[in-house]
């Protein structure tokens, strides 16, 4: 184990024509504490970019950079040599960040570099120590999905003490604060982080029940058949959530596949079992490769669809 943490965060050009493939550094900010969380050391840095050096408007908005700022900074290269310096000092061969997009951000600055045959050892050194711990901490903290480092660290009691967020070093800050957090607290009983981690709870069981009220409305917007009524209505009215949800798939696949091809008249359904899915397609556009590893294909017309997703609701109700 490393006697020391690291703690880092970056920030990329941004916006258009600095896109996310031709990203170059802004800026690094860096945070080296003990395993105490005593910290030892802080660095703060900007860089001057080779491609696209003029910030675009979306750049100055996020990272509040200013052009004056960029245009007296030293390449990245530069930057990041002090920032290798401070891994050898204190033996440091990871640098935790949050999220995914400082090692692909930091290998497309190196491409600029090597446009420019400009040199990159530093700035290769140091993608390949970084160490994405977002996933990690978010399955920590039982969370349902990845939240901002702005609003994890607000939770834990973290403002910055000049700037805002989107700052490198003020979010290298912030993530040194959510790990101390649930390192060395009884940080699931804070409660602004139970009041952050029930309100993405509750956001996401709303969006997976909007998501299935309209799954549900275009899976009943193609009429029904009499005997698809006649089902439907009793395995709502008996509460089985799972015969509707399996007649909701099924009837979806029916009414996407009679939507795309409103003039075929011939339709087949394969049933995989591994995974368990349904296919529903024309039978012009079926061939027995389809059925590789199928439990079974059946073919059925137009007319008769409602009869036959019945029969096949029915037969899975066991």
């Not at 692909?104 to 711990?133: E, N, W």
């Not at 101390?180 to 029940?209: G, I, M, Y």
């Not at 509707?244 to 091809?261: A, C, D, E, G, P």
Request: include cysteine; proline fraction near 4%.
């Amino acid at each position: 184990m490393q006697q020391y943490l690291c703690f880092a965060d970056f920030e990329f050009t941004c916006g258009s024509p600095a896109h996310r493939l031709r990203s170059e550094m802004l800026s690094v900010g860096v945070v080296i504490c003990d395993c105490d969380y005593k910290i030892m050391d802080t660095f703060y840095c900007t860089a001057r970019p080779n491609h696209f050096p003029k910030l675009t408007s979306q750049c100055k908005r996020l990272t509040k950079l200013t052009q004056a700022e960029i245009n007296q900074s030293p390449d990245s290269e530069t930057v990041l040599e002090k920032v290798a310096g401070l891994m050898d000092k204190y033996s440091v061969n990871e640098l935790f960040v949050w999220g995914n997009f400082d090692k692909p951000g930091l290998t497309s600055d190196r491409k600029q570099h090597i446009q420019f045959r400009k040199p990159h050892k530093h700035i290769d050194r140091v993608c390949s120590a970084i160490k994405d711990i977002q996933d990690e901490m978010v399955k920590e903290m039982q969370l349902p999905q990845a939240i901002s480092i702005e609003e994890l660290a607000s939770a834990f009691g973290y403002a910055p003490e000049t700037g805002s967020f989107h700052n490198a070093l003020n979010d290298a800050e912030a993530l040194y604060t959510i790990h101390k957090a649930v390192h060395t607290s009884d940080f699931r009983n804070c409660p602004e982080f139970a009041a952050l981690r029930q309100e993405r709870l509750d956001r996401l069981a709303a969006a997976k029940a909007a998501q299935e009220e309209k799954r549900r409305e275009t899976a009943l917007s193609y009429e029904l058949s009499q005997e698809e009524k006649e089902y439907y209505e009793g395995i709502t009215a008996s509460g089985s959530e799972k015969a509707v949800r399996r007649f909701i798939h099924i009837r979806l696949k029916l009414v996407n596949s009679f939507t795309k091809y409103p003039d075929e008249e011939n339709f087949v359904m394969v049933v995989y079992d591994q995974p368990k899915r349904v296919r529903i397609m024309p039978e012009s556009k079926y061939t027995k490769a389809k059925s590789q590893g199928a439990l079974r294909t059946e073919f059925f017309t137009r007319s008769s669809a409602g009869e036959f997703i019945v029969e096949i609701c029915r037969e899975n109700e066991d």
